[in-house]
């Protein structure tokens, strides 16, 4: 495995889940890109293959959480909130979690 493009494509991926799941949501989208260029920052003086895996692993996790289990709400007035359920949320099989393939 090439490292690097391996690195570069999961913060893609982890970056564009964030995009989508905090969509409209000014504050949330800074702070979580804040966030996902933090934790990879620490990473970058890691050289051994196996926890380099390992964090690509964690960040595929975290982009497929973003994806398929976080709901995004609006607060609609006091006490209210409308949920952004999207067929991404959801699966017919109640033994498999949304996303799992």
């Given at each position: 495995?090439?490292?690097?493009?391996?690195?570069?494509?999961?913060?893609?991926?982890?970056?564009?889940?964030?995009?989508?799941?905090?969509?409209?949501?000014?504050?949330?989208?800074?702070?979580s890109r804040l966030a996902v260029r933090e934790e990879f920052a620490k990473g970058r003086a890691v050289t051994?293959?196996?926890?380099?895996?390992?964090?690509?692993?964690?960040?595929?996790?975290?982009?497929?959480?973003?994806?398929?289990?976080?709901?995004?709400?609006?607060?609609?007035?006091e006490g209210q909130y409308e949920m952004d359920v999207?067929?991404?949320?959801?699966?017919?099989?109640?033994?498999?979690?949304?996303?799992?393939?």
């Open positions: 495995m090439r490292t690097r493009p391996a690195v570069l494509a999961a913060f893609r991926r982890l970056m564009r889940a964030r995009e989508l799941a905090f969509k409209g949501d000014a504050e949330m989208t800074t702070q051994d293959p196996a926890q380099i895996t390992e964090m690509i692993g964690g960040a595929d996790e975290a982009a497929h959480m973003l994806l398929h289990q976080l709901v995004q709400g609006k607060r609609k007035g999207q067929a991404r949320h959801t699966t017919m099989d109640p033994n498999k979690m949304p996303g799992d393939p």
